[in-house]
């Protein structure tokens, strides 16, 4: 708490939060004010969309490259000085001060989370509008990141001798995963696979509303292992033969279990406007699909339509359907080039030893193909539960003097409280002179 | 001239052996900084390790404390192996040079070890003015002299209740006085019946507080025993700690 980190990262995030803010809250007021002219602009104005998730992002940048440095110090320092041969001896467990270590970095994120959280009680003071579980669950989704972020750090600080080295692994780990983002986004197969590894990915379900199991115990599970490897590489005094045998125990522990977290396909539609989700009488006749639907799509993974099928049907049946095997039949193909050009665009549904093929990406045509290869009627929509949206005309400018003056005013006040000297007992003081 | 294992006295068994060392062995790489390092501490003594810069001193109390991973041998507490994790229990070592938690402030550092090994205030206040510590108590550890940080360290070794302390360099960075002063404590510590291993160059300092010796020269024992069995062992019957030192090494 009295170390310069905490309080310097919470100093630039002041500005770097108050001015994401400020342009959302500009930017979504601009587009209410088109709204207000045609009311149907309106449904697609979310707070989610245009104010949480950008304010977030400052966050999110600030939380890769800068909370390393406050979370590593947590044991950096010690190790640094030499106080971890004191730390060692304390009457408890490496487990128990790795945990204790991973609380300290927790109250770290919790200080940092500050600055966005004064951001989106502005926006609610401003008369924005909020909707609890989606609010919440972006929140408890950076919370998972930076866990994680600071569990690498604290691994990073075990396994180096100085701060320096450790801060470079940590970035090592973070900078690669936008070099993952970039190099591997939407490729096909192992690379797709390995491009799930990046940390940001962790962030992207949460940003849409949704809360899925198998995210959430994989961060869990990632986060834990990290905190495992710190505590087994911690002590000096274990032989370097010890600590490696444990750890690749411990790294085959986290293997199985994030293994199983990508078999968990359980997740919950948080948002408001039930975006992951299809209209509820398609999820509750789609509930009665108990085969095996096969798909076949015939399109590059780059092309813009794959990736609107992704979004509009395919994510939304793999949450719904328990059996649902998604093929990418174009494997070498392009969007500008492919091997069957009267094919390329086609998606085939097989389900029921029947087969239908659509170019369409849109759920309203999709949906009642399925039906049809299911026999099955085609649910009367219900009525009601549209998503209306909330447009807001309000300035950004009345939010940049709290970020810009008296937030980082009440961090320097804090700052200083922190490091006051403490009262000396008086029992300390008799007989000792002065303190 | 007979061997020098030869020319060692055995424990006297005037007191009961607390910790045997036993064959520790440790290499960085080639180097080879302790060789087959075996003897006893006796309950309640003043065990000096005395050696030249460079001859094993604090590579020794470390692997004892357990900090330190060792090639081979091991350490024996009343007659049972201690493993790694219980030497915690029963030995509580004191590295050299350390300001740890700088930029904490003496009191809350102290306050931080007296909770952890449940001292009460009383205890705690003992301790701070036994060392000396009182009129620094506000100040932030970083900001110590040398003698204030080093005293700050002997008061957090004081405070636990290990009943073996290892302590290296113990008497770096105080004057004469000071010295003469710490020596008084430790003296009572030793009285109240806590055993003490100190690793000391200065051999002036360590002829005056040891009860017994443990000389060590590239990480082989060369002597040990009270300065009189040494001095048997030199055929030296009326030399100092010095002489016999550079005699045995």
């Given at each position: 708490?009295?170390?310069?980190?905490?309080?310097?990262?919470?100093?630039?995030l002041?500005?770097?939060?108050?001015y994401?803010?400020?342009q959302?809250?500009?930017?979504?007021?601009e587009?209410?004010s088109a709204?207000?002219?045609?009311?149907?602009?309106?449904?697609?104005l979310?707070?989610?969309?245009g104010?949480l998730?950008?304010?977030?992002?400052?966050?999110?940048?600030?939380v890769?490259?800068?909370?390393p440095f406050?979370?590593?110090?947590?044991?950096?320092?010690e190790?640094e000085?030499?106080?971890l041969r004191l730390?060692v001896?304390?009457p408890?467990?490496?487990?128990?001060l790795?945990?204790?270590?991973?609380?300290a970095?927790?109250?770290?994120?919790?200080?940092s989370?500050?600055p966005?959280?004064?951001?989106v009680?502005?926006?609610?003071a401003?008369?924005?509008h909020?909707?609890?579980?989606?609010t919440?669950?972006?929140?408890?989704?950076?919370?998972?990141y930076?866990?994680?972020?600071?569990?690498i750090?604290?691994?990073?600080a075990?396994?180096s001798?100085?701060?320096?080295?450790?801060?470079?692994?940590?970035?090592?780990?973070?900078?690669?995963?936008w070099?993952?983002?970039?190099a591997?986004a939407?490729?096909?197969?192992?690379?797709?696979?390995i491009s799930?590894?990046?940390?940001?990915?962790?962030?992207?379900?949460?940003?849409q509303?949704l809360?899925?199991?198998?995210?959430?115990?994989?961060?869990?599970?990632?986060?834990?292992?990290f905190?495992?490897?710190?505590?087994?590489?911690?002590?000096?005094?274990v032989?370097?033969?010890a600590?490696?045998?444990?750890?690749?125990?411990?790294?085959?522990?986290?293997?199985?279990?994030?293994?199983?977290?990508?078999?968990?396909?359980?997740?919950?539609?948080?948002s408001?406007?039930?975006?992951?989700?299809?209209?509820?009488a398609?999820?509750?006749?789609l509930?009665?699909?108990?085969?095996?639907l096969?798909?076949?799509?015939?399109?590059?993974?780059e092309?813009?339509?794959?990736?609107?099928?992704?979004?509009?049907v395919?994510?939304k049946?793999?949450?719904i359907?328990?059996?649902v095997?998604?093929?990418?039949?174009?494997i070498?193909?392009?969007?500008?080039?492919?091997?069957?050009?009267?094919?390329?665009?086609?998606?085939?549904y097989s389900?029921?030893g029947?087969?239908?093929?659509?170019?369409?990406?849109?759920?309203?045509?999709?949906?009642?193909?399925l039906?049809?290869l299911?026999?099955?009627?085609?649910?009367?929509?219900?009525?009601?539960?549209?998503?209306p949206?909330?447009?807001?005309?309000?300035?950004?400018?009345?939010?940049?003097?709290?970020?810009?003056?008296?937030?980082?005013?009440?961090i320097?006040?804090?700052w200083?409280w922190?490091?006051?000297?403490?009262?000396?007992p008086?029992?300390f003081?008799?007989?000792?002179?002065?303190? | 001239m007979?061997?020098?294992?030869?020319r060692?006295?055995?424990?006297?068994?005037?007191a009961?052996?607390l910790?045997?060392?036993?064959?520790?062995?440790?290499?960085?790489?080639?180097?080879?900084?302790l060789?087959?390092?075996?003897?006893d501490?006796?309950?309640?003594?003043?065990?000096?390790?005395i050696?030249?810069?460079?001859?094993g001193?604090?590579?020794l109390?470390?692997?004892m404390?357990g900090?330190?991973?060792?090639?081979?041998?091991?350490?024996?507490?009343?007659?049972?192996?201690?493993?790694?994790v219980?030497?915690?229990?029963?030995i509580?070592?004191?590295?050299?040079?350390l300001?740890?938690?700088?930029?904490?402030y003496v009191e809350?550092?102290l306050?931080?070890?007296a909770?952890?090994?449940?001292?009460?205030?009383?205890?705690?206040?003992e301790?701070?003015?036994?060392?000396g510590?009182?009129?620094?108590?506000?100040?932030r550890?970083s900001?110590?002299s040398?003698?204030?940080?080093?005293?700050?360290?002997?008061?957090?070794?004081?405070?636990?209740?290990?009943?073996?302390?290892?302590m290296?360099?113990?008497f770096?960075g105080?004057?004469?006085?000071?010295?003469?002063?710490?020596m008084?404590?430790i003296?009572?510590?030793?009285?109240?019946?806590?055993?003490?291993?100190?690793?000391?160059h200065?051999?002036?300092?360590a002829?005056?507080?040891?009860?017994?010796f443990v000389l060590?020269?590239?990480?082989?024992?060369?002597?040990?025993?009270?300065?009189g069995d040494?001095?048997?062992?030199?055929?030296?019957?009326?030399a100092?700690l010095?002489?016999?030192?550079?005699?045995?090494?």
């Amino acid at each position: 708490m009295s170390g310069r980190a905490l309080w310097t990262m919470l100093l630039i995030l002041c500005p770097l939060v108050g001015y994401s803010f400020f342009q959302a809250v500009t930017l979504y007021g601009e587009a209410s004010s088109a709204a207000r002219e045609q009311p149907a602009l309106a449904s697609g104005l979310s707070p989610l969309d245009g104010v949480l998730v950008p304010t977030f992002g400052a966050f999110y940048v600030t939380v890769t490259l800068l909370f390393p440095f406050v979370a590593l110090r947590a044991l950096g320092r010690e190790k640094e000085s030499g106080a971890l041969r004191l730390l060692v001896q304390l009457p408890y467990r490496v487990s128990t001060l790795i945990g204790a270590k991973m609380m300290a970095v927790m109250v770290a994120w919790l200080i940092s989370v500050s600055p966005v959280i004064s951001a989106v009680a502005i926006w609610s003071a401003f008369g924005g509008h909020l909707y609890a579980p989606e609010t919440l669950n972006l929140v408890f989704g950076h919370s998972l990141y930076g866990l994680l972020i600071g569990a690498i750090a604290l691994f990073a600080a075990a396994i180096s001798e100085s701060s320096a080295t450790a801060a470079i692994v940590t970035l090592a780990f973070t900078i690669s995963s936008w070099v993952l983002d970039f190099a591997l986004a939407g490729q096909p197969g192992v690379l797709a696979w390995i491009s799930r590894l990046s940390l940001t990915q962790t962030l992207r379900a949460f940003e849409q509303g949704l809360l899925p199991a198998g995210l959430v115990l994989g961060i869990a599970s990632a986060t834990g292992g990290f905190a495992a490897l710190a505590a087994i590489w911690l002590h000096p005094g274990v032989a370097l033969s010890a600590k490696l045998m444990r750890s690749v125990l411990c790294v085959c522990a986290i293997g199985i279990v994030l293994a199983i977290a990508t078999q968990l396909k359980t997740s919950v539609d948080l948002s408001e406007d039930r975006r992951n989700s299809f209209p509820a009488a398609d999820e509750q006749a789609l509930a009665g699909l108990r085969q095996p639907l096969v798909i076949t799509v015939h399109m590059a993974p780059e092309d813009p339509r794959y990736i609107d099928l992704q979004r509009n049907v395919l994510s939304k049946l793999e949450r719904i359907l328990p059996d649902v095997t998604v093929r990418l039949a174009t494997i070498g193909q392009t969007v500008v080039g492919s091997t069957s050009e009267e094919s390329y665009g086609e998606v085939e549904y097989s389900y029921g030893g029947r087969s239908a093929k659509s170019r369409s990406t849109s759920h309203r045509e999709v949906l009642p193909l399925l039906y049809g290869l299911a026999a099955m009627p085609i649910p009367a929509p219900a009525a009601g539960g549209d998503f209306p949206g909330y447009p807001l005309v309000v300035s950004g400018w009345d939010a940049l003097p709290w970020f810009l003056g008296a937030l980082p005013l009440l961090i320097v006040v804090t700052w200083w409280w922190s490091r006051r000297a403490p009262n000396i007992p008086s029992q300390f003081i008799e007989d000792g002179g002065q303190s | 001239m007979a061997p020098l294992a030869s020319r060692l006295p055995a424990p006297t068994g005037k007191a009961p052996v607390l910790l045997q060392v036993a064959a520790i062995t440790k290499s960085y790489g080639e180097q080879r900084a302790l060789a087959d390092v075996s003897f006893d501490i006796q309950r309640g003594e003043i065990l000096g390790l005395i050696g030249a810069n460079g001859s094993g001193k604090t590579t020794l109390l470390e692997a004892m404390a357990g900090v330190l991973p060792v090639d081979n041998g091991s350490v024996i507490w009343r007659g049972l192996a201690l493993s790694l994790v219980h030497r915690r229990d029963v030995i509580f070592y004191l590295p050299d040079g350390l300001r740890p938690w700088d930029d904490q402030y003496v009191e809350r550092v102290l306050e931080f070890f007296a909770a952890v090994y449940g001292r009460s205030k009383s205890e705690a206040s003992e301790t701070v003015h036994g060392v000396g510590l009182a009129p620094v108590l506000g100040k932030r550890v970083s900001a110590l002299s040398k003698g204030f940080a080093r005293r700050l360290m002997l008061a957090l070794a004081l405070l636990t209740p290990h009943p073996l302390l290892l302590m290296d360099e113990p008497f770096d960075g105080f004057d004469l006085k000071q010295t003469r002063d710490i020596m008084g404590l430790i003296r009572r510590v030793a009285a109240n019946g806590r055993t003490l291993v100190l690793a000391i160059h200065q051999l002036i300092d360590a002829e005056r507080i040891c009860d017994r010796f443990v000389l060590l020269a590239d990480g082989k024992v060369r002597g040990m025993g009270t300065l009189g069995d040494l001095r048997v062992c030199t055929d030296l019957p009326s030399a100092g700690l010095e002489d016999v030192f550079l005699a045995l090494t």
